[in-house]
């Protein structure tokens, strides 16, 4: 049976050769195995295929058969790990609280246990004509956030 523990060890000697990561790794019913892997500056197409070959080569089809995806995780997917919210520092990304607040924002810093997010609201500031730019910094754990996605601009 392959298991995601087979797969990781797998990914894991390849990985050190680089500066790539695992993102996730799943093996769902019928050996179909998934691998989301990235990097500090992007994943190329090539480092998918490196990938590919270097776990396809280490199984044998002749015990057990696979399909094998390996693939970046994509700009609209979550974040699953500290290493990409390191990787995203300095820019906007929409994250929504386990109480389902949404709050959008410039990332500026990243620990292992939080966060800490840039906003700007216009509001009323006593003494002053219309609206000002309000610029706020909220710190929030990883416990209190549900999902975070970077936020697609052109």
Known sequence: MITVEKIKKLADAKIAE???????????PGNKIIVLLDNDH???????????????????????????NVMSPGLTEPFKILRQYQKNIGKYVDITTKENKKISGKLISVDETAILLETKTKEKVEGKKGKQQIIN??????????????????
């Open 42 to 68: 992007g994943i190329s197409v090539v480092d998918c295929v490196e990938m590919s070959r270097h776990i396809e080569f280490s199984l044998d089809r002749e015990s057990e058969d696979f399909e094998l």
């Open 18 to 28: 680089g500066t790539n990561f695992i993102v996730d790794i799943s093996v769902k």
């Open 137 to 154: 910094n909220i710190n929030l754990t990883f416990n209190q956030i549900k999902e975070t996605k970077i936020v697609i601009s052109f």
